[in-house]
């Protein structure tokens, strides 16, 4: 559905942001992009996007918690954890 695909859009630009940005404000707008995929679709996937932001804007609490909810919904759906 056109939901999933801007929701599928939105974590993989985030990701991208992850993977190549070090400013916390890059970082900042990536977390929002990925906060919005998850309003779509709380799925495995961009639940440890999401994570894994938070984690490089040091919020570790808050990433470790989300990373648990992530595996949790990758093992119920047999995505791989």
């Not at 996937?45 to 989300?66: H, Q, V």
């Not at 909810?69 to 995505?79: S, V």
Request: glycine share 4%.
């Amino acid at each position: 559905s056109a939901t999933l695909q801007v929701a599928n859009q939105l974590n993989s630009l985030a990701w991208t942001y992850y993977e190549n940005m070090t400013d916390s404000k890059d970082l900042s707008q990536a977390l929002t992009w990925s906060a919005k995929s998850l309003e779509y679709d709380r799925s495995g996937m961009y639940l440890d996007t999401y994570a894994n932001l938070l984690s490089k804007l040091g919020r570790k609490a808050e990433a470790i918690k989300t990373q648990e909810e992530a595996i949790a919904n990758a093992k119920a759906t047999g995505e791989d954890s």
